[in-house]
């Protein structure tokens, strides 16, 4: 099959300087692939290569099989539209009109908007639920309608390929999903390929197909999220610890940065509640600071249970699909009694597990530190409001509430 792009040694030179150094990659039709990397990594300047906005060195790239340098500017613009981070828009200028600019490439020196044309634009309208703005003056738009507009514009232009810089800059966390989804949608309905720099790294494993890490304008890293995003990938191009987690709803990668002074204390002995995943990158991490580390009740099987297995940890387990039984619980109780720290992890609740949080409410009253992480609300809590019952007692008892796994460390490790 013909790739979308191809993407052969390319180097791109300001100056005597590298910006981009030697990259190759190819990008299916149909993809969504993520740039990644800290600034100055050369992510911008490798869209902009691809756009035709900047010259390239030294390589090659080619669109749907032809070379990019041979193609004329008018035919690029039939192929490929970029969204740009931000652009000012014609003062005066109605929503429709600038969404109208997109059929430029697709009309001779002295053609008219055609039927198709009106619909093309309509469409794009549509798409990106601003048909309801189309009279509107662009001066009057909020920073997310902005962006909605221009990726109306470069949709009525009826590109093959998507090209998308920093498209959620200065949005709200709202206003960054809202885009992405429109962004999916459209790929999804009108085949694109879709190649963005992004520079939220949660935002990019939650809708890309393969992300590209760079750094100093090389490729670190190609592939899948899941395979691109972890702990020594990140830290080695950002220069920053994180911890992976596994995203509850969509099961794709989720990076969670450290503070610079929250690095656990070694030979802590903490013991954490988990499961269904939500515990797996803690474990990893607090084990490979060298901390005493125990967990449970786990069921045998889940994903905390093999991960606390794999690391050599002592674990209070339960068989498959089985509620917490006495014996389950009292051994956890034992691990729990001997612990300085005790974390529970942001899983979900239901009748089967809850006696976890009892073993958290136990030790709280005990005196002993307990750290609650994220919020006990209706997607955690699958047992009528007794979960949350459990989590108020605990607080009362002095656990200390924390919204992410970084901050409990912050909190109570000495």
């Known amino acids: 099959m ?23 990659m190819r990008v299916a039709p149909g993809e969504w692939l993520a740039l990644i990397g800290p600034n100055g990594a050369g992510k911008t300047s490798l869209l902009h290569a691809i756009a035709s906005a900047l010259e390239v060195s030294e390589g090659s ?38 969404v109208a600019q997109g059929r430029a490439p697709h009309l001779g020196t002295w053609r008219r908007e055609g039927p198709a044309d009106r619909e093309a634009v309509s469409a794009a309208l549509r798409s990106t639920a601003t048909d309801a703005l ?7 738009l909020s920073g997310g309608e902005r962006q909605r507009v221009l990726l109306a514009r470069a949709l009525a232009q009826a590109p093959h390929i998507l ?3 920093e498209p959620t800059a200065f949005l709200d966390l709202q206003f960054q999903w809202e885009m992405l989804e429109l962004v999916e949608e459209a790929r999804r309905e009108r085949g694109l390929t879709v190649v963005s720099v992004l520079h939220d790294l949660n935002l990019a494993a939650a809708f890309a197909d393969r992300v590209a890490l760079l750094k100093g304008g090389r490729v670190l890293a190609l592939g899948a999220p899941a395979d691109v995003m972890t702990e020594e990938a990140i830290e080695a191009g950002y220069g920053r610890r994180v911890t992976v987690g596994v995203h509850p709803a969509t099961g794709r990668p989720t990076v969670l940065s450290w503070p610079s002074d929250a690095a656990p204390n070694a030979r802590a002995r903490i013991h954490v509640i988990g499961g269904g995943g939500s515990a797996a990158a803690i474990l990893r ?10 967990t449970g009740v786990l069921n045998v099987g889940d994903t905390d249970w093999e991960t606390a297995r794999a690391l050599g940890l002592s674990v209070a387990d339960e068989a498959p699909f089985s509620a917490i039984s006495s014996a389950a619980f009292q051994r956890a109780e034992r691990l729990i009694r001997k612990a300085a720290v005790v974390l529970v992890a942001p899983t979900a609740v239901g009748p089967g597990n809850m006696d976890n949080l009892r073993l958290a409410v136990e030790a709280a009253q005990r005196g002993q530190r307990v750290l609650l992480t994220g919020e006990m609300g209706p997607n955690r809590d699958f047992t009528g ?23 409990a460390i912050q909190l109570l490790l000495p």
Do not use: C, H, K, Y
């Not at 013909?2 to 990259?23: C, K, P, Q, W």
């Not at 613009?77 to 981070?85: E, I």
């Not at 189309?134 to 009057?140: G, K, N």
């Open 385 to 407: 409001g007794g979960a949350a019952r459990l989590w108020d007692a605990a607080v009362a008892a002095g656990a200390v509430e924390a919204n992410d796994l970084a901050s």
């Open 61 to 98: 790239i080619n669109v749907e099989g032809d070379a990019l340098r041979s193609l004329p500017s008018r035919e690029r613009a039939r192929r490929m539209a970029v969204v740009p981070q931000e652009q000012a828009l014609p003062a005066g200028w109605t929503v429709g009109q600038v």
């Open 285 to 294: 991490r607090l084990a490979s600071d060298g901390n005493q580390v125990t």
């Open 2 to 24: 013909t790739a979308a792009l191809e993407i052969n040694g390319v180097t791109v030179r300001f100056n005597a300087a590298a910006a981009v150094s030697d990259v190759s």
């Open 134 to 140: 189309a009279l509107r003056a662009v001066e009057s």
């Open 163 to 165: 090209l998308l810089d």
